[in-house]
């Protein structure tokens, strides 16, 4: 089996909405490690598949890709959490929050090694 003979096949199960089991297993551990966690569906690009963000309550989010929306819809099932669509609901800003809070620490700690 060469390397084009496994990206092919890994891109035909992706058409298909399935998940790989590395993505699933790691959205499945990353959602039972927090509370509050909610899926927000973003839709297929030009340049990418698919993805899930999923959100916890204090705005901690990770992202993977799907395949479609309906592997999107089955991860939200399957984590039995509540699923939305980026296009028509966006971000939350909680998330928005998160972001900009560990953009600020970063910095901070960049500066606290150069003070050094």
Known sequence: MGVFDRLRRRSKSRARGDTSD?????????????????????????VTET????????????RRGVGN???ARRIGKRLEA???DVGKIG?????RDYTERQRVL??????????R
């Open 91 to 95: 971000y939350p800003q909680r998330m």
């Open 51 to 62: 993805t899930v963000v999923l959100v916890a309550h204090d705005g901690e989010w990770t």
């Open 22 to 46: 590395t993505d699933g297993d790691y959205l499945e551990q990353w959602a039972a490690s927090r509370r509050g966690v909610e899926v927000f569906v973003e839709p297929k690009t030009m």
């Open 82 to 84: 509540p699923i939305y």
């Open 69 to 71: 929306e309906a592997g």
């Open 106 to 115: 970063r910095k901070r700690a960049e500066r606290d090694d150069l003070g």
